[in-house]
């Protein structure tokens, strides 16, 4: 494997500008074309398709990947702790478990074992129903520097670097 790059969550590759650039593994837990019908936001066909295609399924929280392997991790686990089962933005997002602390604690977790010295995690976090800073305090280390984004800022990107000696 030559990929310096992993999207262990990668969902339908929203945020990529090559979502299908070769120096990238793209993962996610799920395997799935959904399509929903409605005439909702303009759509005049009435029909959305969100396809999640990863490169390998994968889960966040034990990644199947030696210490060390990548040069950058970009992190946007599911955000959301309420929607319904079969709702497009569990569909789209994600959802989280009842145990999501301790599932982001292992993800952060993961993801920078994974991550050489020196490399860089970039996490994507939208905090509509949780709050980045409950977020940032399942992280052994600090964020370098971030940004919120978004109509109502809600969505904040950080980035990590991670040092040599830390886990």
């Given amino acids: 494997m030559n990929e310096p790059v992993l999207d262990p969550c990668c969902g339908s590759r929203m945020m990529w500008f090559d979502r299908k650039h070769p120096d990238v593994v793209f993962g996610d837990q799920r395997t799935e074309v959904v399509t929903v019908t409605d005439r909702s936001n303009g759509n005049a066909s009435g029909t959305r398709v ?3 295609e990863p490169d390998l399924e994968m889960d966040f929280r034990a990644l199947p990947y030696a210490d060390e392997t990548f040069s950058l991790v970009a992190f946007d686990p599911p955000h959301l702790t309420h929607a319904g089962p079969r709702s497009w933005l569990a569909a789209k997002y994600g959802k989280l478990g009842p145990d999501w602390r301790e599932d ?16 860089v995690l970039v996490f ?24 919120p984004t978004g109509r109502k800022g ?4 950080l980035v990590f670097m991670k040092t040599k000696g830390q886990p």
């Fill in 50 to 52: 969100l396809r999640i």
């Fill in 104 to 119: 982001l604690r292992r993800g952060f977790t993961e993801c920078l074992r994974v991550l050489r010295p020196d490399g």
């Fill in 124 to 147: 994507k976090w939208n905090e509509n129903q949780v709050k980045v800073a409950e977020v940032l305090a399942l992280c052994s280390i600090r964020p370098l520097f971030g940004h």
């Fill in 154 to 157: 809600l969505t904040h990107w």
